[in-house]
């Protein structure tokens, strides 16, 4: 079973900046990992993703040039750094595991969520 720690999430004003950490446990393969966010009342989308196979980064179009994903040091570990936020990146957002080496298909565990709440 995959358990996840999710941490960084909180209140900023726009403008502003947080850094989400995650690292996962139980896990056997070195899948790709990521982050998806869902808001109230909205869809759960995906923000962004880093394969396990060369680190190649997938970023959803509204968060490109703000948003970086990267891996940490440890194994299954992944930080998203968020710059420049916005009011509607106001989600809870979850760090999630892949059945794949790359960014494709849907996530397979996610953890309990951390929230990102961008306000004045």
């Known amino acids: 079973q995959v358990q996840f720690v999710e941490s960084g999430g909180g209140l900023v004003q726009p403008g502003g900046s947080l850094r989400l950490s995650c690292e996962a446990s139980?896990?056997?393969?070195?899948?790709?990992m990521g982050w998806f966010r869902q808001a109230p009342g909205k869809e759960r989308e995906e923000v962004s993703c880093?394969?396990?196979?060369?680190?190649?980064?997938y970023y959803k179009n509204s968060v490109k040039g703000r948003f970086t994903i990267s891996k940490g040091n440890a194994k299954h570990t992944v930080y998203l750094q968020m710059n420049s936020l916005k009011p509607e990146d106001t989600a809870v957002y979850y760090c999630?595991?892949?059945?794949?080496?790359?960014?494709?298909?849907?996530?397979?565990?996610w953890g309990q969520g951390t929230q990102v709440s961008v306000s004045s």
């Open positions: 999630a595991i892949k059945q794949s080496y790359y960014c494709e298909g849907s996530y397979a565990s």
């Open positions: 139980g896990l056997i393969m070195d899948y790709a």
């Open positions: 880093i394969s396990a196979s060369d680190g190649t980064t």
